[in-house]
């Protein structure tokens, strides 16, 4: 995958998706125990620095490395920096420093489908036997119903498909259902048909 476009959209002092955490990765993860973590094309590190505030070690990883570059900003700003790395690699090559990890955070990673199954199988190989993945993605019925967020139905998940890859995966699923999300746009949030997933790494 080519990071030009990512790098060119980072661009800029301001955070292009804000510094505040996911409101679903929040509400999945707030009651873990703090362990290790990966935050899969992460970003500007909205959720991995989050995640390092409430005790986790996280690896940031994505493929622009001037989005890494601001999460480390953002984890100096709050006082984790020292729970906070870095890899830049993109979603389908990744090597993560601090496998094996005890949480996967995987949030709008918008590929097209054959690409996103490989960079799944890649997540859930970092995973300990008994870790979790957090996933929260628009959902491929957005497109039926807002004109906001990615409009390519190839690179939508749906319930129906992340299931069968989450069985194609040995990945024990928890809670997997769309929900009520939003997406960020130049006129504010807007609503969004959002999916979200909750699953395990059997031990």
Known sequence: ????????????EE??????VNQFVVEFCQGLKPGKAIDVAGGEGRNSVWLAQQGWQVENIDFAQNALDKS?????EV???????????????????TAPVDLAVVAYLHIYSHQFAQAMERTVAALKPGGHLMGVW???????HNSHGPQNPDTLPS?????ALCKQLGLRVLTLENRDGKVRTS???????????FAEKPL
């Open 187 to 197: 006129d504010g949030p807007k609503p969004s048909v959002t999916v979200v997933l």
């Open 79 to 97: 006082g984790v920096e020292d729970r906070l790395v870095t890899t830049c690699q993109s979603a389908l090559e990744f090597t993560a420093q």
């Open 72 to 76: 480390v900003l953002l984890a100096k």
């Open 1 to 12: 995958m080519d990071p030009t476009a990512w790098i060119k959209k980072y661009d800029t």
């Open 15 to 20: 955070y292009v998706y804000t510094k505040d």
């Open 159 to 163: 319930v129906e498909s992340l299931t």
């Open 138 to 144: 628009h959902a491929l019925e957005n497109i039926q």
